[in-house]
C-alpha cells in the first residue's frame, strides 16, 4: 500500500493521511505495489511474508525498500543504502507492508469498498500527472508508469487502498476530546519532577596514540563500511530550453475583435455596490434598528444594542445582491444613494437593515480602450500554447525512446555534461564546483527515477524553463581507495579503541553504584580523565520545549526506576554517560487545577485516537496469522548493506 497506509501505524491518524497523500502526490517514487520487479538481482521470488492470503515477496520488499531510501535522501541527499538499512530501514519497510496488507484484508472483511468513479478523480487531481498546463496529462500519466515500473491497475490497487483506509481509519482515530477523569493521570505524569546525577567519560583521554597498523584500519574499514561510503554519484546530460526557443504568433486585430465580441457582457457598463449590513430574526427587533440609524446611530451600534452584530458585504452587483434578497430589493437598493438605509426586508435568513457603504461606477470600454488588455492577454495564451506544444513534442520523442543526443540535434539544444554529482549536487574532492540552483529540480529527478541512458523532461521553472536530460553513468556507493582515507581511519579507529575503554570506566562506576558507593565516590574511585558528577533533572512537561529536542541524558533519566543507575552512549566514540536518578516527586491526579488538565486532556485526544488505530492493526494481524521468513529478510539485509554477496 501506499505509504500514508504505512504511516498510519506510527502517528496520528490526521497526520498519517495528510503527511502519507504529501509523499504520494509529491514524489514519483513514493507509490508502492511495485511487485516482480528486482532492481538489485539476486534472491528470487521467495516469500518474505505472508499475511492471511497475501503473499510478500523478497523482490516486492527489496523494491520498497529501494523506494523508501529514495524518499529518505530528498532529506538526507548523502544517506547510503548501508546506513539506512542498519538505522532500521529494512525493518520499518517490511513491518509497514505488513500492516497494510493485513488492514486491507480487515478492511474487504468489514464491507467497505471504492468505487472506480472516486479512483479516477483521484488520479485526475495528483500533481505529479499534471502537463506544463497544469491539468492532468496523458502522457505524463503513462510516463510515470512505465518509469516506476507499475501497471494502472497497480495505481488504481495503490489508490483504492488509501482511500480505503480513510473511510476506516479517520472515523476511529479522531477523537474531538477525552473526559477530564481520563486526563487526570497523564496530567500528573506531566507534572511530575525528577532529580539525578550524571557523569560524562570522554573517549579522548583513552584513544591510542599509535598507528595499529594497515592491516587494523583495513579491518576496520570493513566493520564500518558505512561511516566512510560516498553516497551513489550520476553524472548527467542535460539541454535547457524555456519559452523564448519558440517563436510565438502575433495577435491580430481579428482576434481581437472576436474576444471583445464574445466577452461583451465584461466590456459594457457596470456598477457595484458595498453594504454594511444586519439580519435580524424578527420585523420588530428590524424595524427598530432601522429607526435608530435613520436617526443617526450607526448601523454597527444599533446592532449591538439589539444583541446582533452587523457585516459588510463585498462588492456586489445587482444580480448578485437580488440573489440574496429579491429582485424588488436589489431594484431599490441600487436605486438608492450613497450613505442611505435600507429595509427591512425579508431574506431567507431573517430580516436585513442595509446601508450603502460605497458605489462604484465602471464606464463601458469601447474596443480601443479594451484592445491593449486583450492584446496582453491573447499574447500570454499564445506563449503558452507555443510552449506547451514543444514540450509535448519532446515529451512524445522521450516516449518514442530518443536518445539525449538525437533529441538535442534534431532541436539544436546545446548538450552540456556534469562531473559525477551527489543528489545534493555537490561533488566529492571538488569544493569549488558549483551546479547551478536552476537545475536542482533535474537533479532530484535524476537521482529518483533517473534510469541510466533513458532521456527524460525536467521542470526548472514551472511553465518557463525546461530541461531534457538523461543519466549518463552511475557511480556506485563506495568508500574511496584505502590510501587516499587512511589517516580518517586512523583517527576514527582511535576514537574507537577509547570508546572502549570509556565502555568499561561506565560500567565499572554503575557495578560500584549498585553496590552502595554514591555516583560521585565511585567515579572518582574510576580514575583519572572523568568528568564531575552534575546534578540533572526537570519537569516532564518541560522536556523539548525550547523546540531543540530532548537530550539523552534526560530522556533517559525519565524512563528509569526510581533508584537506578544507567549507561548511555555518545554518539560519534566522544563517551559514556552513567545516569543515576534519585527523586521522583509526581503529584496526586485529583489534586490537580482542572484547567492544567483540560489543557493536557486536548492534545492526548489524538493520541487515544492514534492508540485506537494501532489496535485496529494489531487486531488485524492477528486475524490475517501473520508469519516472517527471518532467514530470508537477513539474508536481504545482508545484500543491501554489502556484508555479504548478491544471491543468485
Known amino acids: 500500500m501506499i505509504t500514508s497506509i504505512r504511516r498510519l501505524f506510527g502517528s496520528t491518524i490526521g497526520k498519517f493521511i495528510a503527511l502519507g497523500f504529501v509523499v504520494l502526490v509529491g514524489v514519483a517514487f513514493a507509490l508502492s505495489d511495485v511487485t516482480g520487479n528486482a532492481t538489485f538481482g539476486g534472491l528470487g521470488g521467495a516469500n518474505v511474508a505472508k499475511v492471511g492470503d497475501t503473499d510478500i515477496t523478497i523482490a516486492e520488499l527489496r523494491d520498497r525498500v529501494q523506494q523508501a531510501y529514495n524518499q529518505a535522501r530528498q532529506d538526507q541527499p548523502e544517506l547510503t543504502m548501508a546506513a539506512f538499512v542498519e538505522s532500521g530501514g529494512l525493518d520499518r519497510v517490511l513491518g509497514q507492508l505488513i500492516d497494510g496488507a493485513a488492514f486491507d484484508q480487515l478492511a474487504g472483511e468489514l464491507g467497505f469498498s471504492v468505487s472506480k468513479r472516486l479512483v479516477d478523480g483521484r488520479i485526475a487531481d495528483l500533481p505529479v500527472f499534471a502537463g506544463v498546463s497544469g491539468t492532468f496529462d496523458q502522457t505524463r500519466f503513462e510516463t510515470f508508469l512505465r518509469d ?13 487502498q488509501q482511500l480505503l483506509a480513510e473511510q476506516l481509519a479517520v472515523p476511529i482515530g479522531t477523537m474531538p476530546r477525552i473526559a477530564p477523569v481520563m486526563a487526570q493521570p497523564y496530567a500528573a505524569l506531566m507534572l511530575e519532577q525528577r532529580r539525578g546525577l550524571a557523569t560524562f567519560i570522554p573517549a579522548s583521554p583513552f584513544a591510542p596514540a599509535g598507528d595499529p597498523g594497515d592491516a587494523v584500519l583495513q579491518k576496520y574499514l570493513a566493520e564500518n563500511k558505512a561511516k566512510f561510503t560516498v553516497p551513489e554519484r550520476r553524472v548527467l546530460q542535460y539541454a535547457t530550453f524555456d519559452r523564448e526557443i519558440v517563436p510565438v504568433p502575433a495577435v491580430t486585430d481579428a ?3 472576436k474576444v471583445y465580441k464574445d ?29 435608530k440609524v435613520r436617526g443617526g446611530t450607526t448601523l454597527a451600534a444599533a446592532a449591538t444594542a439589539a444583541g446582533l452584530s452587523a457585516g459588510t458585504t463585498g462588492d456586489l452587483t445587482r444580480t448578485a445582491y437580488a440573489a440574496t ?30 446601508r450603502v457603504e460605497n458605489i462604484t461606477a465602471k464606464p463601458a470600454r469601447t474596443l480601443a480602450d479594451a484592445t491593449p488588455e486583450i492584446r496582453t492577454e491573447l499574447a500570454k495564451n499564445k506563449a503558452n500554447e507555443v510552449i506547451v506544444d514543444y514540450y509535448n513534442t519532446l515529451q512524445d520523442a522521450v516516449n518514442g525512446g530518443a536518445s539525449i543526443e538525437e533529441i538535442a540535434a534534431d532541436r539544436k539544444l546545446t548538450l552540456s555534461e556534469t562531473p559525477a554529482l551527489l543528489p545534493s549536487g555537490r561533488v566529492p574532492n571538488q569544493p569549488a564546483f558549483t ?4 537545475l536542482a529540480p533535474m537533479v532530484s529527478q535524476a537521482f ?25 553513468s552511475i557511480v556506485a556507493a563506495a568508500p574511496p581507495p584505502f590510501a587516499q582515507i587512511r589517516s580518517d581511519l586512523l583517527g576514527e579507529w582511535r576514537f574507537a579503541e577509547g570508546q572502549k575503554v570509556a565502555r568499561d570506566k561506565a560500567r565499572a562506576i554503575v557495578k560500584a553504584v549498585e553496590g552502595g558507593q554514591g555516583l560521585a565516590e565511585a567515579a572518582r574511585a574510576a580514575g583519572p580523565n572523568i568528568g564531575t558528577t552534575q546534578p540533572i533533572g526537570g519537569r516532564r512537561a518541560e522536556l523539548g520545549r525550547d523546540g531543540q529536542g530532548v537530550q539523552p541524558e534526560l530522556a533517559l533519566l525519565f524512563s528509569m526506576a526510581k533508584g537506578s543507575v544507567k549507561t548511555l552512549e555518545v554518539p560519534g566514540n566522544r563517551g559514556w554517560m552513567v545516569i543515576a536518578l534519585g527523586d521522583v516527586d509526581r503529584p496526586d491526579p485529583k489534586a490537580i487545577d482542572p484547567q492544567q488538565v483540560a489543557a493536557i486532556a486536548q492534545p492526548l485526544a489524538s493520541a487515544f485516537g492514534n492508540e485506537l488505530v494501532q489496535q485496529l492493526t494489531a487486531e488485524a494481524k492477528r486475524r490475517a496469522r501473520v508469519t516472517i521468513n527471518k532467514e530470508l529478510v537477513d539474508q536481504l539485509r545482508g545484500e543491501l548493506t554489502g556484508t555479504t554477496p548478491v544471491a543468485e
Not at 494502472?152 to 490497487?157: D, I
Request: aromatic share 6%; net charge negative.
Open 263 to 291: 466577452n461583451a457582457a465584461s466590456f459594457a457598463a457596470s456598477e457595484t455596490r458595498r453594504f454594511a449590513q444586519v439580519i435580524a430574526p424578527d420585523q420588530a427587533a428590524a424595524n427598530a434598528i432601522a429607526a
Open 325 to 354: 434578497t429579491s429582485a424588488d430589493a436589489a431594484r431599490a437598493a441600487f436605486a438608492a444613494k450613497e450613505g442611505d438605509v435600507l429595509g427591512p426586508i425579508q431574506t431567507g435568513l431573517g430580516w436585513a437593515v442595509a
Open 148 to 160: 516506476n515500473g507499475i501497471t494502472e491497475t497497480q495505481l488504481r490497487q495503490d489508490l483504492t
Open 255 to 257: 482576434e481581437i475583435a
Open 448 to 472: 529518483q527515477t533517473g534510469i541510466e541512458g533513458e532521456a527524460q523532461l525536467a521542470t526548472l521553472v514551472e511553465n518557463e524553463k525546461f530541461a531534457v536530460f538523461a543519466v549518463k
Open 435 to 438: 551546479l547551478a540552483a536552476e
